[in-house]
């Protein structure tokens, strides 16, 4: 059987560079790989709705968002399907069967969604669909039979939740669905990319992001602000480097040959950082080289981005295309599903028959 990839965003807002180096720059370089037979890439807009319940509108609008910035970043809908989840009526139908194979308890027990319902100060008001979104999730991924979902690392729960459910799913009724594996990003700093602010993770409602949309002034608006070590007062000073956002970035954008360009005084990263715990490097320093360092990597994606904005209706079309093909596969799996399940009544007359059987004398 062939590798399959399905993964997707909530379009809540754009996508930044914490989303960037978490994920999307990895799933450009898989659909580059040439080894897979399908991708899919989903706009979880449902899945949005789980806890933006009113407000429909904020999800509405930053569908064409999240697809420019796809495509900005590289997605290629010539090698991979792009769709919008709400349009794939198959996924709710799985959820519904699915949600009879996991506990409350053990949604209850979801690190991710227990974070977020922290997070949001959801308390007692949890929305049921909010609370039950992984299991929405494993339909996303199992519609499609994917094999590798690359995600950021906080979605590992979602997809260990999902092969549990799979697992179970195939116990109780057959083979069918495709236990999937996550591809997170190997780099640490990746992993978890901090806000400007050095705080937590980048996050639309903290404020502390930079956007792959963002122009070079506001890239560089942004690193200049952002937060170092706080003790590092003087040039002279000794600086900390650990859990300066500067060198986090650094750490999750710098390449060696960086340093011949733009930073020739320095061998490499490790030398710059020497030089920071020595003291006698100024912050403004590290800062400009950063400022150099991103725009190489969002230079291009920022010039693609502004061509596609001339694009919008086709890639509108693009994106509904993409969701009938999509439906396509998810159609065949639920089929599947429901034959596995032996609610498939009106398939063949095989259930008329046993049922017209049962009176038989
Ligand atoms: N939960 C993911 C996020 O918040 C989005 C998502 C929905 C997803 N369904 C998915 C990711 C299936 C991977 C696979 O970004």
Redesign the pocket.
């Known amino acids: 059987m062939g590798k399959i990839i399905?993964?997707?965003?909530?379009p809540t807002g754009r996508l930044h560079v914490g989303h960037y180096v978490g994920s999307l720059r990895r799933r450009v370089e898989l659909q580059n790989s040439g080894e897979f037979d399908r991708i899919f890439i989903?706009i979880?807009d449902a899945?949005a709705l789980t806890d933006n319940a009113d407000n429909p509108q904020k999800v509405r609008e930053n569908i064409i968002e999240v697809a420019l910035d796809y495509l900005a970043a590289g997605l290629d809908p010539e090698k991979c399907t792009i769709f919008i989840?709400s349009q794939i009526p198959e996924l709710t139908e799985l959820t519904f069967y699915y949600m009879n194979l996991v506990t409350v308890a053990r949604l209850h027990r979801n690190p991710t969604v227990k974070n977020e319902i922290a997070m949001r100060g959801f308390e007692e008001s949890i929305p049921a669909g909010f609370f039950t979104?992984p299991v929405?999730?494993t339909s996303?991924?199992t519609a499609f039979k994917?094999t590798t979902?690359p995600?950021?690392e906080?979605?590992l729960p979602?997809?260990e939740q999902a092969r549990e459910i799979v697992r179970r799913f195939n116990m109780t009724y057959g083979e069918v669905l495709v236990e999937p594996e996550a591809v997170i990003p190997d780099n640490e700093t990746c992993k978890r990319l901090p806000g400007t602010d050095g705080k937590a993770k980048m996050s639309k409602s903290l404020g502390n992001c930079i956007y792959l949309a963002d122009s070079a002034e506001e890239v560089k608006a942004k690193v200049m602000n952002m937060y170092t070590d706080p003790n590092h007062i003087k040039v002279t000073d000794p600086g900390t480097v650990e859990g300066n956002a500067v060198f986090t970035y650094l750490d999750a954008f710098c390449k060696p040959e960086h340093f011949p360009k733009y930073l020739p005084d320095y061998e490499n990263l490790d030398a710059l950082k020497d030089h920071y715990r020595r003291g006698g490097l100024g912050d403004v320093k590290i800062k400009r080289f950063l400022c150099a360092v991103l725009e190489e990597e969002l230079a291009p994606i920022r010039a693609r981005r502004a061509e596609l904005q001339k694009q919008i209706p086709e890639i509108l079309e693009m994106l509904r295309k993409g969701s009938i093909e999509a439906q396509k596969t998810a159609a065949a799996t639920l089929a599947e599903v429901k034959a596995a399940m032996r609610i498939n009544y009106f398939d063949d007359d095989t259930w008329v028959k046993e049922q017209a059987g049962k009176y038989q004398a």
């Open positions: 399905l993964t997707g965003d909530r989903m979880a899945q989840q979104y929405s999730q996303d991924i994917a979902v995600v950021g906080d979605q979602m997809i």
